[in-house]
């Protein structure tokens, strides 16, 4: 059976250290806390003050008696039924029919991306206004960006949008989002429609003026710039991410539904015209082409004719030219022979002019010796005359006429001669040859001349 004192006993010994224990634990617990990233967490002491704890990691606080409140830094609202956009964005709301600057409606899904700001000063502002993370997402920015997207579609014609203009909206809230909405309004301008063309919802036929919904964006009239009005959320810092802007769904509503079948079927009818026409601007273009292919061709025809012509002109041009060429250098080629001719000619006569000079001389001392040898030889004969002796010259003469005489059958004697020293060897030699009558009155002569 357990004691009962004793047991009181251990209870207080070790019930009270437990207790120690356990609250020093809770102390620490509350005393050290963990801010997650991506989150800012305000941590209000007292008689301290306040401190921001923006990084991810441990941080310390007064146990039991700080308050913090934590804000994700960055976050997606959304507009949109999407189960998955729901589970991940940060806050979302039921889609809502928007309407058109010309009354035509439309059911837009929408996403966006937010940031809050990083330095203490305007996340103090941020907080002071808002106190918590529900008031800024269910009370400033679900309702800015509703009202952004929706003065955004105010600002564009249902009947533009439906011509493809949906990237336009989107760049539209997305400049918006970034340096503030556009000041606009909204004009009923008269304008005269020709027949049968019509404008937006009417189609057809009269030519009276026609009332155009416009959008007109206000200017400054200094500057000329659009005016802009500042996000409201400007205040607190807050910024909406560029390029976040989704359009997830735009589904037409009311009549634009109908515009926009109308609109397709006349843009159909209009497409399969334009087709008719484009076909038959081609065919044309063919006939154009195929005509311009044949005064080409005939043209090249005659250009080839033409050129041939004008080569052949020039070949027989170029070839009188090559034969006037030919004849020049043959009559060149004729000159500088006739020149050479001449010149060896000249040379020939030059040489001969030589030679003959030279026979000239050659004659002359030829005649002068032939002269002298004569002089000389009849030196000679009149020297062997002078040295006959007369009787005998007369004896000779007289043999002479004594020949004469016998040719003519006369009979002469002959006396006998004699002559003077024994020796006639050469005495009568020089008899034989001087016989003649003739050469003794030749002989004769030639004394007398010398």
């Known amino acids: 059976m357990l004691d009962a004192k004793k047991f009181n006993f251990d209870f207080k010994k070790y019930g009270l250290r437990g207790l120690g ?19 800012s967490t305000r941590v209000q002491e007292p008689f301290i003050g306040h401190t921001w704890i923006k990084e991810e990691g441990f941080y310390g606080k007064v146990p039991f008696i700080s308050r913090t409140r934590s804000f994700n830094q960055k976050g997606t609202i959304a507009s949109s039924d999407n189960e998955s956009i729901i589970d991940t964005a940060s806050l979302t709301s039921v889609p809502r029919n928007l309407q058109f600057a010309d009354s035509y409606e439309m059911q837009v899904e929408w996403s966006l991306r937010y ?12 907080y002071k206004s808002l106190k918590s993370e529900d008031n800024l997402l269910g009370n400033t920015l679900m309702p800015f960006s ?12 249902g009947g533009n949008f439906a011509q493809g203009g949906r990237n336009g909206l989107r760049t539209l809230i997305d400049n918006q989002s970034q340096f503030g909405m556009y000041q606009t309004k909204v004009e009923k301008v008269s ?17 009276s003026d026609l009332m155009v919904t416009k959008v007109v964006y ?33 589904k037409p509503q009311g009549r634009l539904v109908e515009y926009i079948a109308t609109k397709q079927k006349n843009i159909a009818k209009q497409i399969g015209q334009d087709e008719a026409q484009k076909l038959l601007v081609k065919e044309a273009k063919t006939e154009q082409l195929q005509g311009e292919k044949n ?36 009559r060149q080629k004729a000159a500088d022979l006739a020149i050479i001719d001449k010149t060896k000619q000249l040379q020939e006569a030059k040489a001969n002019e030589g030679i003959q000079k030279a026979n000239a001389i050659a004659a002359k001392y030829e005649a002068e010796a032939i002269k002298e040898v004569g002089f000389a030889k009849a030196a000679v004969i009149t020297a062997n005359y002078k040295a006959i002796d007369p009787k005998i010259l007369a004896m000779e003469v007289d043999k002479a006429k004594a020949l004469a ?23 009568d030699g020089n008899i034989e040859v001087m016989s003649s009558l003739k050469v003794l009155e030749q002989l004769g002569k030639s004394n007398k001349t010398q």
């Open 21 to 39: 224990i356990a609250a020093a634990v809770l102390a620490i617990g509350s005393a050290i806390n963990y801010n997650p990233g991506g989150v």
């Open 295 to 330: 005064l080409i061709t005939k043209t090249n025809a005659l250009n080839i004719q033409k050129e041939s012509a004008v080569i052949a002109a020039e070949q027989r041009v170029l070839e009188a030219k090559l034969q006037a060429d030919k004849e020049v250098v043959e």
């Open 218 to 250: 206000l200017e400054d009239e200094k500057t000329g710039k659009k005016l802009r009005t500042p996000l409201s959320i400007a205040q607190y810092g807050i910024k909406i991410v560029p390029n976040s802007i989704a359009i997830i769904e735009a």
């Open 115 to 126: 940031e809050i700001p990083i330095d203490d000063e305007n996340l103090e502002i941020m």
């Open 191 to 207: 304008t005269n429609r020709e027949g049968g063309k019509g404008t937006n919802d009417t189609v057809g036929g009269n030519d």
């Open 146 to 157: 509703q009202t952004l997207v929706n003065d955004s579609v105010n600002q564009m014609l």
């Open 405 to 427: 005489l016998y040719s003519t059958n006369m009979t002469v004697e002959m006396p006998t001669l004699y002559q003077q020293g024994g020796n006639t060897g050469g005495t």
